[in-house]
């Protein structure tokens, strides 16, 4: 009796659980252990696993399962594949953006963003072709419109006959005078810029129409106002006016060319070709005028 008190004579071990029988089909789980190693497929004697499943470390006795993802995805490909079934395509974006055929020649798409005016004016006269070509893409209304404007008005004041019929006519009569002036010289900058666009894209330009026509009558009023500055005070008939008229018309007519080049992705013979009506054009208007 004192034995059996004391705990001799029987086992002091606790009782040990028997491991659950799996379910019929499936392997029972080896005990846990620091490094769990999972049966491969084709090793071993006994039924593995079903193909897609596998079994987690048993916590309590029972067994888990889990889906394979890699399994599922197979599956997936082979039922695609039988009668019956359609399998799905995804359309991936090309990752060198519009699918438009390369040609010789091609500028590269403009990087920054629209210009200032300030910077787009000071731009045409100091980097004429990094500016053309950031703008080939942008709509410049704003400041063609305001300078063409004011510059026709002051345009008038340089032609002599003009300028004294301007001078002595009255208040009432010489403001409409030169406010139609300056409508005429925008009207007839949008037109000559109109036609200069459409002979480039007829030599196989692909600049569009707003940034060139815009560009155009920014270049025809800055180009002329150095010899429009001096006309104002020395007359359209002096010498060096006449001079200044003949070197900014060359001038003007190098950043047609360029700004054609860079906004059609043309040649500069090209570029020149589509220019040459509106250099005709002001060598008619302008500068013949003060000769």
């Not at 480039?200 to 429009?228: C, E, F, H, K, Y």
């Amino acid at each position: 009796m004192a034995g059996f008190r004391n705990g001799r004579g029987r086992d002091n071990r606790p009782p040990q659980r028997q491991p659950q029988q799996a379910p019929y089909g499936y392997n029972a789980a080896p005990p846990p252990s620091p490094q769990q190693q999972w049966p491969q497929q084709g090793q071993g004697g006994g039924q593995g696993a079903p193909y897609g499943h596998r079994q987690a470390p048993q916590g309590h006795g029972e067994p888990e399962y889990f889906g394979d993802p890699y399994a599922q995805q197979q599956q997936q490909h082979a039922a695609a594949n039988n009668p019956g079934h359609t399998q799905m395509f995804s359309v991936h974006d090309d990752p060198y953006g519009d699918a438009a055929t390369y040609h010789s020649g091609a500028a590269p798409v403009p990087t920054g963003p629209r210009l200032p005016w300030k910077a787009l004016l000071s731009g045409i006269v100091l980097r004429p072709a990094p500016t053309f070509l950031q703008m080939r893409d942008h709509a410049v209304w704003g400041p063609a419109l305001v300078v063409t404007f004011l510059y026709g008005m002051l345009a008038i004041f340089g032609f002599d006959q003009a300028r004294e019929e301007a001078i002595n006519a009255t208040l009432t009569t010489a403001i409409p005078y030169v406010l139609m002036t300056g409508a005429g010289f925008v009207l007839g900058g949008l037109v000559l810029g109109a036609v200069t666009h459409t002979l480039a894209r007829q030599l196989g330009g692909d600049g569009s129409w707003q940034p060139t026509v815009g560009l155009s009558m920014l270049i025809m009023s800055i180009t002329d106002a150095p010899r429009l500055l001096f006309a104002l005070f020395l007359g359209g008939e002096n010498g060096l006016v006449q001079v200044l008229g003949w070197a900014t018309w060359l001038a003007a007519g190098a950043l047609f060319t360029l700004m054609v080049s860079r906004s059609h992705d043309l040649p500069w013979p090209k570029a020149l070709g589509a220019s040459a009506i509106q250099l005709v054009g002001l060598l008619s208007l302008i500068k013949l005028g003060t000769l």
